[in-house]
């Protein structure tokens, strides 16, 4: 059977995922494309994908069985409950929404509907390395976490689009996200300290350095920094009671010259976590096909939300700003189930 996709926003990441359902992964095929930029729709169209006007009409096609959000986050919302209101399943790309407000009225649409519908993309829970950093964790064989030092470097970010709010509403979510399931937490509070701002970033409020608190009194001190120019680098160390866990350096080959010793770094997010990706939708494509959904949650997205308002009161405020999630519906599972997925 295949699983016919409409994709909606076909922007940097939305080309990137269609190259990878036409390409790379079987069992799908891209029926519809739209995006408020047409010509762009258009030109990212695979052949034989229609070209919907509106979002609402690509959603409500009846030969679109599952949906695609590549758009920008404030456009998620929307797209999100009218795919939950045809009862498609919906891969959305991260941030789930931009508002806590708006999680709670897709996370309310979702539990009324009464299945999961939607997955988050935070590809970072698809990853071998940090599946494999995370599989350490839980044998419970170094004790407990206590730290988690993650470390998020963006060699540049586009000018003009990507705003002084973004390190922390858009970039920091994967963060607050990967930290929640390594260590099978919660964060209650969050503090951010702005550092000397980069001069490569003009007017960017870049790098910010973020501490979450989790609910274990674990801590997590965050580097977001976009603009360190010499690629895209992702680190990750985990402190536990009796020894430390870690990503390894992505595997690369080793060069030797009259500059030294050397492995190349990947240039963005789409050759650090292309196999992530990939992964991601692999799983996507069983869960939907099945009219379901699999891995980050709605409920995950939201938890994401209120880290990054969380962090943007922290941001303004120098305080800790303390985080309150509401009680959560048994759709999304329970901590012990959370530390499963
Ligand atoms: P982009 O600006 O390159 O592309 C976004 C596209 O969405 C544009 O073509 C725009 O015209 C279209 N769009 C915006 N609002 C729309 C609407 N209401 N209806 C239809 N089309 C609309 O941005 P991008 O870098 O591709 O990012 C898109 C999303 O993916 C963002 O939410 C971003 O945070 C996320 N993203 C995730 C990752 C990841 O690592 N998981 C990486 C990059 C981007
Ligand atoms: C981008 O939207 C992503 O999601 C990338 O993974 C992240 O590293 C980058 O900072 C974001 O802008």
Redesign the pocket.
Known sequence: MTLQVGV???????QDHTRRLTKVLSGVEIVGV????HA?AAAAAPEGAEVFTT?SALISSEKVQAVVI????P??E??LLAAIAAGKPVFC???LVTSEAAALRVMEAEVAFGRRLVQV???RRFDADYRRLKAVIDTGKLGAPLMFHSVHRNASV?EG?YTSEMPLN?TLV?DADISRWLLSDEVTGVEVRVPRRSSRGGELRDPVFVLLHMASGALVDVEISVNISYGYDIRGEVSCEAGVAALPNRPATVISDSNGIRQAIPED?RER?VEA?DQEFREWIAAASRGSATGPSTWDGYAATLVADAALRAATSGDLEPISLVAKPDLYGSRTALAAE
């Open positions: 909606i926003g076909t922007g940097m990441i939305g739209t995006d408020i930029d762009r979002p590549c758009s920008w986050g456009a998620h929307e797209q790309e991260k941030p993309g935070f590809m586009p689009l858009d994967h997010w976590f990706y």
